[in-house]
């Protein structure tokens, strides 16, 4: 078809006016149809809601788990907030009472259900049983993806675009269906070329689909909705460019959008950065054969980076590096007599919370880095443990990077990155590459990391530096 499903990110719903200016009216009035609009939460609401994202804070979902009462009274302050961005949406008074009427009755109805469930349910002290907790975790979350997903169907409705409200979270009453239905069923009668959609990045599913498994929910929503309704293009608009670097570690200055990659490198890229979408989305949209374009929120005429199936770098070239200071690795040294890799990879990989992010395995030498918290550290040992009790075993907080190219030289990357890394005083822990990879990775010291980080792509991607790579 030839429609094209775009997602905002949730740091550019707060500044909506940017996004109205530069996105919902900025085409021409007869160019503004043809897209399906997905809509996250405001920012800083979904970690309120449930727990920040970042540093853990308890939202209203984790003082759930704690017991007690005192989670109606964190609930109390989100709605505050959400009558506060409310205020800062909506100039005119009559909008806003029915932007505050429309949350109000929906927290208020979440509010009793979970009340009900949680009377009416069997208490389980295993706080992490995510069959028990998940239906509350679930309607806590899609408060704030339909109340921001309403403010813009109605502010953008007031500015002459004809939008359609479609709440895939649904009332906190209703049956649960699966995201594939709740897609066919809401979007059916929907007149593309006249209507805009605007729907809820957060979806209420089945248990049986993946929807809830990751913060990063309404990029699998953006992917299926693309999938499902074969358009021709996803987008997502986010605060700053897809970037060769991450600009607050190395410098704004130094960073310029990639501009053309492919979904080889986007899928490692998601693994070890949140500034893409989740590696599910990069693989369902590849399967498709659907182009992802990312875009600044603020620059609208730029055309920002085209992720394809189909690109072919003409050239060797690093297009990005990447990273992150909190990974587990786990080193592995076997011994004669030990051969049971086979359960060993079951068990860790079975492991709740715990995502394999890169492994390597080498003669008598296995690395495996993980994405996880600390506190699975030592469970992913004593795994270990238990199924090669005679081999070396350490874990380890380690910094991953990776240098990632749709064609790159895997000799002269090793090379160059060694050399980088070595001026700054940084000796690797580990070196990963395979002949025709997309990418050569380094583990360092996580203290070492932001300057690991600046020195490869200083060297690989610096435009000020007369190099080509």
């Avoid at 900025?26 to 939460?41: D, G, L, M, Q, S």
């Avoid at 066919?184 to 007149?191: I, K, S, T």
Wanted: one cysteine or more.
């Amino acid at each position: 078809m030839s429609h094209t499903v775009e997602k905002v990110s949730g740091s550019s719903m707060s500044a909506f006016d940017a996004v109205l200016d530069n996105i919902i009216l900025k085409p021409e009035p007869r160019a503004r149809y043809n897209r399906i609009f997905v809509v996250p939460a405001y920012q800083g609401i979904t970690d309120a809601l449930l727990e920040n994202h970042r540093t853990f804070e308890p939202g209203v979902y984790q003082y759930i788990l704690s017991g007690g009462e005192e989670w109606e009274s964190q609930l109390d302050s989100v709605i505050q907030r959400l009558l506060l961005v409310n205020e800062s949406v909506f100039a005119d008074p009559i909008l806003r009472r029915k932007a505050d009427e429309f949350i109000l009755e929906r927290v208020s109805c979440t509010r009793q259900w979970i009340r009900h469930y949680l009377s009416t349910r069997k208490p389980i002290d295993d706080a992490s049983h995510q069959y028990y907790w998940q239906p509350v975790r679930e309607r806590l979350a899609s408060i704030g993806e339909a109340h921001s997903a309403y403010n813009t169907a109605l502010k953008a409705k007031r500015h002459g675009v004809q939008t359609r409200f479609i709440d895939l979270a649904g009332p906190p009453n209703e049956p649960r269906e699966s995201l594939d239905s709740q897609v066919w069923n809401r979007l059916e009668g929907v007149d593309l070329n006249c209507e805009l959609p605007v729907v809820t990045a957060y979806a209420s599913c089945e248990r049986s689909d993946t929807c809830h498994d990751d913060r990063r929910y309404g990029d699998l929503t953006l992917s299926r909705i693309a999938a499902l309704t074969e358009a021709k293009q996803a987008v997502i608009h986010q605060c700053s460019h897809l970037s060769s670097g991450d600009p607050d570690l190395i410098g704004t200055e130094l960073v310029n959008p990639i501009g053309q990659s492919s979904y080889q490198v986007a899928n490692e890229l998601s693994a070890l950065s949140h500034d893409l979408v989740h590696p599910d989305a990069i693989e369902e949209l590849s399967q498709e054969n659907i182009d992802l374009q990312v875009k600044c929120t603020f620059e609208p005429e730029h055309p920002g980076t085209v992720i394809s199936h189909d690109h072919c770098s003409t050239e060797q070239k690093v297009d990005v590096v990447t990273g992150r200071d909190d990974v587990c690795v786990l080193k592995i040294i076997l011994t004669e007599g030990n051969s049971d890799l086979a359960d060993l990879k079951h068990q860790l990989f079975s492991l709740p919370n715990v995502n394999l992010l890169h492994h390597d395995e080498r003669r008598e030498t296995l690395c495996y880095y993980f994405d996880c918290s600390v506190s699975n550290f030592g469970k992913i040992l004593t795994q270990a443990k238990k199924c090669l009790p005679n081999a070396e075993l350490t874990v380890q907080r380690v910094a991953l990077l990776s240098v990632l190219g749709a064609k790159i030289s895997g000799e002269q990357t090793l090379r160059l990155g060694c050399q980088a890394l070595e001026m700054q005083g940084i000796l690797p822990d580990n070196i990963h590459y395979t002949e025709g990879d997309n990418s050569v990775k380094f583990a360092v010291a996580s203290v070492q990391f932001r300057a690991a980080l600046c020195a490869l792509h200083d060297v690989f991607l610096n435009t000020t530096a007369d190099r080509n790579h």
